[in-house]
Nanobody, 129 residues
Framework: QVQLVESGGGLVQTGGSLRLSCAAS????????MAWFRQAPGKERDFVAA????????YYADSVTGRFTISRDNAKNTVYLQMNSLKPEETAVYYC??????????????????????WGQGTQVTVSS
């Protein structure tokens, strides 16, 4: 079984920064790609960013492009999300997701939650105004 554990969430003021981490543990795990999604109260879960493990190809939601950066540490099986210039409307639970199966990896595919098999429990990010 694969477990994804997020950390790094918290309370930050508007314009501030946070760095989220997501570590994969359990059986031998070789991700094909990992991603971050977020879900605000009463809203659907939205795509934030994704990265392919081999080659590091990244995708971002338009709303975070230029402010958020997704990266990974292959040796640690860990993915990060550096979030800068945070806005109150970005208050949400941030989820890490992972996929092992090799296959399609494009902008249409990575933005769908159904593309990922494994999910973390989420970490709360609150941006105060």
């Amino acid at each position: 079984q694969v477990q994804l554990v997020e950390s790094g969430g918290g309370l930050v003021q508007t314009g501030g920064s946070l760095r989220l981490s997501c570590a994969a543990s359990g059986r031998t795990f070789s991700p094909y790609g990992m991603a971050w999604f977020r879900q605000a109260p009463g809203k659907e879960r939205d795509f934030v960013a994704a990265i392919r493990w081999s080659g590091g190809t990244t995708y971002y939601a338009d709303s975070v492009t230029g402010r958020f950066t997704i990266s990974r540490d292959n040796a640690k099986n860990t993915v990060y999300l550096q979030m800068n210039s945070l806005k109150p409307e970005e208050t949400a639970v941030y989820y890490c997701a992972a996929r092992e199966i090799v296959g399609i990896w494009n902008s249409a595919y990575v933005t769908q939650s159904k593309s990922y098999r494994y999910w973390g429990q989420g970490t709360q990010v609150t941006v105060s105004s």
